[in-house]
């Protein structure tokens, strides 16, 4: 019997906004999104022993839409899994965050899921 494999990837929210505070109505912020979403793989060794698990991968997305940072910020337990999502989430691109209009660096979580079906 084949196991068939997935994973999902989804930018969660904005994280440790510190510097960027909203205290009027009149201030807009617009979060980052993926132009490019890469999906991970899913590891043939982590199918074949079963393994399956979310991670969460934390980033920093600066004002050119360029990956400042990444990090595992919640494993899976399976380094097969956190690698991959790791890998996916530095391997896509993204559109800047705007406050005001204007390009500026946020903090994100992209959740990936990784499940195994019949």
């Known amino acids: 019997m084949s196991r068939i494999g997935f994973a999902l990837a989804s930018l969660l929210f904005a994280v440790g906004l510190a510097n960027v505070a909203c205290s009027s109505a009149d201030e ?3 979060d980052a999104d993926f132009i490019i ?3 991970p793989d899913y590891p ?3 199918r074949e022993h079963n393994i399956q698990g979310d991670v969460l991968v934390s980033v920093v997305i600066g004002p ?3 990956l400042v940072e990444s990090s595992i910020r919640s494993s899976s337990g399976s380094k097969l899994l956190d690698d991959a999502a790791l890998k996916a989430a530095t391997s896509s691109t993204f559109r800047p ?3 005001n209009g204007v390009p500026t660096q946020r ?3 992209i ?3 990784f499940r195994l079906g019949e």
């Open 44 to 46: 043939d060794a982590a």
């Open 28 to 30: 807009k912020v617009t």
């Open 107 to 109: 903090a994100y979580l």
């Open 37 to 39: 979403q890469v999906q």
């Open 97 to 99: 965050p705007l406050h």
């Open 111 to 113: 959740r990936y899921t």
């Open 64 to 66: 050119q839409g360029q």
